[in-house]
């Protein structure tokens, strides 16, 4: 039975807009929870909130890469827009002070907002000073707090920055950061092999912090740095102190979490609860940090007036720059689920990812085929807020919020999907663009083991009879081909918001 305390709590939501929290996991694959088939892990958190909320089977990233997906989801544009792709870690902001930004549009709805976890879209105005304010940042684009990893675990500085500075920066040991030029600080992996607990390529050979080696030089900052085996307990934490704070106001919660991208160095705790090594052991990892968010919620008596999106930002990597024996131990695991290609692709397992919508009470369990984007978070959490919304601003962003609530009903009829080319989804028909002869791919890209689809000619699949893309009826289909490149072409030059067709 709920507490007074409870009740009292519940009593105070009534009448109130719903909180908002997104899971944003990252390079988590479609087939890598269980309530997709995932062979060797458990997900009984997330499966328990795909078993009571509404599972999207065709729901996508923007992008088959982690940056320009982060864009897109809080900006409610194409990552092409303003040219986001992967960042170092020293990157100046990509969101600019000013733009329209899905926590912002919320925080003129009268909601509390906060980022907790891996953030990797810029810091500063390009030479950020790491031992002073760093600005701008989340605080600048419309979150009331933040605690982040700058970047990513596998790229310095590794220190934590909650709001404008580093916890625990010492002004006696100054942190200095460079991507460029070797420091006169940390070893590097490219010297020091024999420090390393992982080995790992040459782009993820520099200074090595806690036995991994990243990518970037950094000096100094001693007492500030992070412990990867501690990234469950806290961000965990953090999230939670967020809930807690803000528990009598409506609150938008952005959980970004660095599972299971690399290095995955899991907590102990998690060691052998798979049978893949450290990549299942930090899946099984992310699924016990939903859960503590959870049991958070229905802790405070917020479960029932809070929506909930489990998602991840690209799709799955086995092989990404660490020898952590993830593809020697995947077994009979299908990262991908049906589909080919992972993270990098511009085949379908690139951009489809698991995504749950979870609202005890407010929402009926079933699964919906619905084609859907998280681009379209925006404009449907404008609609379920009562937030007008400009028309040039979340311009690629369509107001679904009837399709997240209902598994009945019908979603997009056409996606864009963004890798190192551009795809288009209509229907059940995806083109994918060719693949430019002058461009060429980034040299990390050679050892990924990932199915790319960087063709130069054409490429056409009918999703309703070749999900796994094998079959490329470009050539016999040439009116559709030309329809969807001049579709891209239209989307390409679009500047305002247009209603859901």
């Known amino acids: 039975m709920p507490t007074g305390n409870m009740r009292q709590t519940d009593e105070k939501t009534t009448g109130r807009n719903p909180n908002i929290v997104i899971f944003y996991v990252d390079d988590l694959g479609y087939g890598d929870v269980g309530y997709n088939g995932a062979i060797g892990v458990k997900t009984p958190v997330v499966d328990r909130l795909a078993k009571e909320g509404i599972v999207f089977t065709d729901a996508h990233t923007t992008s088959a890469t982690c940056t320009p997906s982060r864009y897109s989801v ?26 329209y930004t899905l926590p912002g549009m919320l925080q003129k709805a009268g909601y509390r907002t906060g980022v907790v976890g891996k953030w990797h879209l810029g810091l500063g105005n390009g030479s950020i000073d790491w031992n002073s304010d760093i600005k701008p940042g989340p605080r600048e684009i419309g979150f009331d707090y933040s605690f982040l990893l700058p970047a990513t675990g596998d790229r310095v500085p590794t220190v934590y920055v909650e709001n404008h500075r580093v916890v625990n920066a010492d002004k006696n040991d100054p942190i200095v950061v460079n991507y460029e030029e070797k420091l006169d600080g940390y070893a590097n992996g490219l010297d020091s092999p024999n420090l390393l607990r992982q080995g790992a390529d040459k782009q993820h050979s520099n200074s090595i912090i806690n036995g991994i080696s990243r990518i970037g030089y950094m000096k100094g900052g001693k007492a500030a740095l992070w412990v990867d085996e501690e990234f469950p307990d806290v961000l965990t934490d953090k999230a939670k102190r967020f809930i807690q704070a803000e528990k009598d106001k409506p609150f938008f919660l952005f959980f970004s979490f660095h599972d299971i991208h690399v290095p995955r160095l899991p907590n ?4 052998g609860k798979s049978t893949m090594g450290p990549r299942g052991d930090a899946i099984a990892q992310m699924d016990w940090m939903t859960g503590e968010v959870i049991a958070e919620l229905k802790k405070q008596g917020l479960a029932d007036n809070t929506l909930v999106i489990f998602t991840s930002d690209n799709g799955p990597v086995i092989s990404d720059g660490y020898d952590d024996r993830a593809m020697e131990l995947l077994g009979n695991h299908k990262p991908g689920g049906p589909m080919r290609g992972g993270k990098y692709s511009a085949y379908e397992a690139g951009t489809r990812v698991p995504t749950v919508l979870w609202w005890p009470g407010k929402v009926k369990p079933g699964t919906s085929k619905a084609l859907v984007s998280q681009v379209d978070l925006y404009a449907s959490f404008a609609a379920l807020v009562g937030q007008p919304l400009a028309d040039n601003e979340a311009i690629d962003s369509q107001n679904l919020l009837t399709t997240l609530l209902d598994h009945t009903k019908p979603g997009r009829t056409w996606l864009l999907e963004e890798s190192y080319t551009t795809s288009l989804r209509k229907g059940d028909w995806k083109y994918i663009e060719p693949f430019p002869k002058e461009k060429r791919l980034p040299d990390f890209m050679a050892n990924k083991g990932v199915e790319g689809g960087f063709q130069h000619t054409p490429q056409l699949y009918d999703l309703s009879t070749d999900i796994g893309e094998k079959r490329n009826v470009s050539t016999e289909n040439p009116a559709i081909v030309a329809s969807m490149q001049a579709e891209i072409e239209a989307i390409r030059k679009k500047t305002k918001r247009s209603p859901v067709p």
């Open 74 to 99: 809080l900006t409610g544009q194409h990552a092409f827009r303003n040219n986001a792709a992967i960042l170092q870690g020293d990157a100046p902001l990509l969101i600019q002070p000013g733009s």
């Open 268 to 271: 102990p705790r998690f060691k």
